[in-house]
């Protein structure tokens, strides 16, 4: 299994990015997708996450600027990012936590981060 992110940049205060998540490999389902961020010198957070249901939670720092959504359809992920601020900045990280048979074990797997880099 791989994920696979993408997206990320260099914009201005105040821009917007899309970024996506592509999980591909031999997988049953996937339970919840999210985006974490880590910021330089500081642990990885969670910045929004997606059930398979649709229900969603954010970051408060991402409530009312962040969306995240999902297609299952295809294993994707995708955070859209608008009124981006400095303090935004890091690699953004995209996990899923799956099954790869028909029973109740789950796996949590990451991709390998994008950085998003947003300038005063």
């Known amino acids: 299994v791989q994920l696979q992110a993408s997206g990320g940049g260099l914009v201005q205060a105040g821009g917007s990015l899309r970024l996506s998540c592509d999980a591909s490999g031999r997988i049953f389902s996937i339970d919840v997708m999210g985006w974490y961020r880590q910021g330089p010198g500081l642990q990885r957070e969670l910045v929004a996450r997606?059930?398979?249901?649709?229900?969603?939670n954010y970051a408060d720092s991402a409530k009312g600027r962040f969306t995240i959504s999902r297609d299952n359809t295809k294993n994707a992920v995708y955070l859209q990012m608008n009124s981006l601020k400095p303090e935004d900045t890091g690699v953004y990280y995209c996990?899923?936590?799956?099954?790869?048979?028909?029973?109740?074990?789950?796996?949590?797997?990451w991709g390998q981060g994008t950085q998003v880099t947003v300038s005063s």
């Open positions: 996990n899923a936590d799956l099954s790869l048979n028909n029973d109740n074990r789950r796996f949590r797997y």
């Open positions: 997606i059930i398979s249901d649709g229900r969603t």
